[in-house]
């Protein structure tokens, strides 16, 4: 029985990667492949999209579980222009 927590086993299914590794993960899990530029961006634009599980100055890990949850209850909004449906300041 392992005393330390860096001793124990990860939990089932358990899969840490950082966001080059994702899009490899994403084909394996059956989903679209999307490119580092894109998740990137939706880490950072998207409120919704997971916290990483560990992040240490430009270092930032998740886990994998959470982002594919993310993907497949994303609601896609392809060809709609979304910069044309905000009101810009001094408009009505």
Wanted: no cysteine; hydrophobic share 35%.
């Amino acid at each position: 029985m392992p005393n330390s927590p860096a001793e124990r086993e990860p939990a089932p299914g358990l899969t840490l990667v950082q966001i080059p590794d994702m899009p490899d993960h994403l084909e394996e899990a059956g989903l679209k492949r999307l490119t580092p530029a894109r998740l990137r961006q939706l880490a950072a634009e998207d409120v919704t999209f997971p916290a990483p599980v560990y992040q240490r100055g430009q270092v930032r890990i998740w886990d994998m579980r959470d982002v594919v949850q993310y993907l497949q209850s994303r609601v896609l909004r392809q060809g709609e222009r979304t910069d044309l449906s905000a009101k810009r300041p001094g408009e009505e």
